[in-house]
């Protein structure tokens, strides 16, 4: 299994970052994702989780109506898009599902 994440990077607050976790090595289809984030000296949080199918998804409070979680079967992608950043959102972020986890994928927001 191999989970790796891309799209991490730096931003002024306010604006959009797309994170990508391209999966492989398990039949993507049948699991659900997350990502989860871990800011310096924090505990790691999920952020938000979808199911397999892409019937359920969930996003932790701070961050609802700001990002968006969707996979594409097709690729085996599970995506984060991420909008009106804010300093606070500054993370390792990671991708996930069962016991596996990619390497993370910085975000910083900052002026």
């Known amino acids: 299994v191999q989970l790796v994440e891309s799209g991490g990077g730096l931003v002024q607050p306010g604006g959009s970052l797309s994170l990508s976790c391209a999966a492989s090595g398990f039949t993507f289809s049948n699991y659900g994702m997350n990502w989860y984030r871990q800011a310096p000296g924090k505990a790691r949080e999920l952020v938000a989780s979808i199911s397999s199918g892409g019937i359920t998804t969930y996003l932790r409070d701070s961050v609802k109506g700001r990002f968006t979680i969707f996979t594409d079967n097709t690729k085996n992608t599970v995506d984060l898009q991420m909008n009106s950043l804010k300093p606070e959102d500054t993370a390792m972020y990671y991708c996930?599902?069962?016991?596996?986890w990619g390497q993370g994928t910085q975000v910083a927001v900052s002026s």
């Open positions: 996930n599902s069962l016991n596996f």
